[in-house]
């Protein structure tokens, strides 16, 4: 195959690649769910498992390197969309406050990483398939 020659790019979401470099095509797919916008994907997806693991949103925040106000941004935005809660939430005391998902968090995430796995499954098996002639 003749090696590509590719423009480099500038611009913010597009990918730059040097001159005269060969590169591998690949895919990446992700999945977002909207109401009226955006409501749920990867980066909330990740945030409640954070949540999950470490029983705090704070915990949480930090471990992904974000404010503690982002996190409660993002959270508060998808159950505002969503139309339910998605972090139950105890206070303090003897044992200390935390945070949990609530049944419907579990069950949405639960969904969420079935669908992705099944749409990576069906992308990794068409994609050489549809795509023969670049890669």
Known sequence: M??????????PA???????????LRTVLTVRLFCEGKCFGP???QLLHRVR????????AISMGMAYSKAWTVIK???ESLGFKLLESTTGGKHG?????????????????????LLQ??????????????L
Do not use: H, W
């Open 53 to 60: 693991e470490r029983k705090s949103l704070r915990a949480a």
């Open 2 to 11: 003749p090696q590509k020659k590719c423009q480099l790019v500038d611009a």
């Open 121 to 134: 499954a069906y992308g990794e098996k068409e994609f050489p398939r549809l795509f023969a002639e670049f």
């Open 14 to 24: 597009a990918l730059c690649y040097i001159l005269n470099m060969e590169t591998k």
């Open 97 to 117: 406050g935390g945070a949990f998902l609530s049944p419907n968090a579990e069950k949405l995430l639960a969904a969420y990483e079935d669908y992705c796995a």
């Open 43 to 45: 980066g909330v997806a």
């Open 77 to 79: 935005n998808a159950e």
